[in-house]
């Protein structure tokens, strides 16, 4: 059994200080082998918010698999939003990242779907480079055949309907559909701010898409949540855990039985 803690959009600067010193005990008797943060870990990219989020993941047990959000560029230096982009990320966040997780039930990846700058209004919404999906889909593929393989990233590659936000991640359908020819398992992701766990089939593809709540104090009608994943030889196990009332929740798991997933079932002949 594999215990998986995915978090996403903490944004230190604006994190929910209350759920946030609550936490420590509630990971704690989930016993994580890996936890996953995807992104938006600050909210203005500022050198403080870096350094308190640094801390904090530091006090995480185990190894982390980390990619950077929206929220993680400078938010106030358009030269450096420019020309470096990700530079305080990089030297305070990333060195606290593996490359990848592999054990006998997962391998995890991450990928970078956010951008410091586009040529468009909002700067916020997601970017899928195509080359740098296959090269993590080489490398998630090269692993044991056994192994859920996940990508780990900050924008849902397509919005689910319950998503408060709608809005487009550039070549999203075209990296589900490609996730799916190569038999990748699920996407884990945030950006929304508002936790789901459904099995995407844009174009008759078939993925999972696994999306964590935020801890911050911008919530869109819902409360603080992370989730909690667990991966075994039968079953993975995806559970919403809240905050509400001043303390931690758990709300109905949802259950893919492996035996089901793409990967798992006989290559149809031609």
């Keep these: 059994m594999t215990s998986i803690v995915q978090f996403a959009d903490i944004h230190f600067g604006v994190e929910d200080k209350d759920a946030m010193a609550a936490l420590a005990a509630t990971v704690d008797t989930l016993k994580p082998d890996i936890t996953v943060i995807c992104g938006d870990i600050t909210q203005n ?3 403080d918010e870096f350094l308190a989020a640094r801390d904090w993941i530091k006090s995480l047990a185990g190894p982390k ?11 106030y230096g358009i030269l450096q939003r420019f020309f470096d982009p990700f530079g305080r990320y990089n030297k305070i966040i990333a060195p606290l ?6 054990d006998q039930n ?63 991640t550039e070549n999203g359908v075209e990296a ?3 996730l799916s020819e190569l038999n990748i398992d699920a996407v884990l992701s945030g950006h929304v701010h508002a936790p789901f766990a459904l099995e995407r089939q844009p174009d008759e593809t078939e993925i999972m898409s696994i999306g964590s709540g935020t801890l911050s104090v911008r919530r869109r009608d819902k409360p603080a949540s992370f989730n909690h994943l667990i991966v075994n030889e039968e079953t993975i196990t995806v559970t919403e ?16 039985h492996i035996s089901e997933l793409k990967s798992r079932r006989p290559v149809q002949p031609l």
């Excluded at 698999?65 to 938010?75: A, E, K, L």
């Excluded at 855990?241 to 893919?256: L, M, Q, R």
């Design 65 to 75: 698999v980390i990619t950077p959000g929206n929220h993680d560029t400078q938010m």
């Design 106 to 168: 997962v391998s995890i990846m991450p990928l970078n779907t956010s951008r410091g700058w586009q040529a468009k209004l909002d700067w916020s919404l997601g970017v899928v480079d195509m080359e740098e999906l296959e090269r993590v889909s080489d490398q998630l593929k090269a692993t044991s055949p056994e192994t859920v393989k996940m990508i780990c990233v900050h924008h849902p590659l397509v919005y689910p309907p319950s998503s408060p936000l709608q809005k487009e």
């Design 45 to 47: 990219g500022k050198r």
């Design 97 to 102: 990242s593996e490359p990848h997780y592999t």
């Design 241 to 256: 855990i809240f905050w509400e009332d001043g303390k931690f929740a758990v709300a109905t798991p949802w259950i893919k």
């Design 176 to 178: 589900l559909i490609r």
